[in-house]
């Protein structure tokens, strides 16, 4: 069973800080590229970063690199997303998933809930 439970957005001012957490059952996570995905109104989800199984290689969007960071915790099936530096353009309902780090594809059609990030000006 496909598990995806997402946590730690908020309201933060422009050039404040969060961390994002996302902890997915364990027949998904040990073995796959994780990722980060975000969705703002009225717009397609995009993929924001990428990590491989062991966190050797990453991947980020233009628009995140050097604010965002992703971290994994494979004992604790837990992948993170720090963003610093945020701007408004960053409010977006976050999601987190399996993936195919080639491609970006998301493994799995199961979206957990998401968890909302919204940057006041």
């Known amino acids: 069973q496909v598990q995806l439970v997402e946590s730690g957005g908020g309201l933060v001012q422009a050039g404040g800080s969060l961390r994002l957490s996302c902890t997915a059952s364990?027949?998904?996570?040990?073995?796959?590229?994780m990722g980060w995905y975000r969705q703002a109104p009225g717009q397609q989800r995009e993929l924001v970063a990428a990590?491989?199984?062991?966190?050797?290689?990453?991947k980020y969007v233009d628009s995140v690199k050097g604010r965002f960071t992703i971290s994994r915790d494979n004992a604790k099936n837990t992948v993170y997303l720090q963003m610093n530096s945020l701007k408004p353009e960053d409010t977006a309902v976050y999601y987190c998933?399996?993936?195919?780090?080639?491609?970006?594809?998301?493994?799995?059609?199961?979206w957990g809930q998401g968890t909302p990030v919204t940057v006041s000006s």
């Open positions: 998933n399996a993936l195919d780090l080639s491609s970006g594809s998301p493994r799995y059609d199961y």
């Open positions: 364990g027949s998904i996570f040990s073995s796959n590229a």
């Open positions: 990590m491989s199984p062991g966190g050797r290689n990453k």
